[in-house]
């Protein structure tokens, strides 16, 4: 029997990406498409939010980057370790009734989100369009997971290393001039990726949602750190989303304030690379 929280399993994806599948019964029989978790490293850590990628046999699984402290600690943990806490599922579902042809965009990381959203979809009877767009080649993830998740897979990548040579939102608008009739599109990855999107889409009139994930503490609303301006009103990433009308989302306002902490994150990895010998500090 495993303990609450323990990593069951552990897969290294790229140099920076990892999987790890979490003993959690109770969220991952509850939890839907679009949800996520707050978990903590260690008793006094950072809460850090991270979207549930899929759920089997009381297991929640999640994909994080190595890209800060706290994820860099998250990576050195191993198979039979436990997380001090484990909190899910939150946020509301990715609505998915009324879908019939859809494209829905994952970049880089983002793919990951994307996933549980597609197999939903298309689950459901939807015909599926899973655009997913890495820089290069050597960084493509969970290609085969998302070929078995929509109808029509399409990798894309910047340097043009592997299937479509652009970004996700130039195989999207080639699609849509090819005669295809999206009634929705769900943009999901960087927030740069995201705003492009919805610029596109607003020009041909599909609905698209984008999912938001900014900085998060609480996870119930109380803190006020995850708020997004949504059609000039303020709402809340944790309990009123993370899933917003991207043609709504003031994205200007979400890219400045996610660069708030950047350079405390930098610092921080930076220091505990080198409390592991892995780099060394200027000066």
Request: proline share 3%; aromatic share 6%; glycine share 12%.
């Amino acid at each position: 029997m495993y303990k609450d929280y323990q990593i069951v399993h552990k897969k290294v994806l790229t140099q920076e990406i990892t999987q790890i599948s979490v003993y959690a019964p109770l969220i991952a029989r509850k939890a839907k498409a679009g949800q996520f978790v707050i978990l903590r490293v260690e008793e006094n850590g950072e809460r850090i939010p991270l979207t549930i990628s899929s759920c089997n046999e009381g297991l929640v699984t999640v994909i994080f980057q190595r890209i800060g402290a706290t994820t860099m600690k998250l990576g050195e943990l191993d198979e039979g370790d436990c997380l001090t806490d484990f909190v899910g599922p939150l946020g509301r579902p990715t609505e998915i009734e009324g879908c019939r042809r859809v494209a829905v965009l994952g970049g880089g990381l983002g793919c990951a989100i994307a996933l549980p959203v597609a197999k939903a979809l298309h689950n459901a009877g939807a015909q599926v369009d899973l655009i997913g767009g890495f820089k290069t080649k050597d960084i493509v993830i969970l290609e085969e997971e998302m070929k078995a998740a929509c109808t029509d897979l399409h990798i894309c990548t910047d340097d043009g290393s592997y299937g479509y040579s652009g970004f996700v939102t130039g195989k999207l608008e080639e699609l849509i001039q090819s005669g295809i009739r999206f009634d929705h599109v769900f943009a999901i990855g960087p927030l740069m990726m995201m705003k492009f999107a919805c610029r596109l889409t607003a020009r041909y009139n599909i609905p698209t949602i984008v999912s938001m994930n900014p900085i998060m503490i609480d996870g119930t609303g109380m803190c006020g750190c995850c708020r997004v301006t949504v059609g000039g009103e303020v709402k809340f990433a944790c309990v009123d989303g993370p899933d917003f009308d991207g043609h709504l989302v003031d994205f200007d306002e979400t890219i400045a304030r996610a660069s708030t902490y950047r350079e405390f994150e930098q610092a921080q990895k930076q220091a505990h690379l080198c409390r592991l010998g892995g780099g060394v500090l200027n000066g």
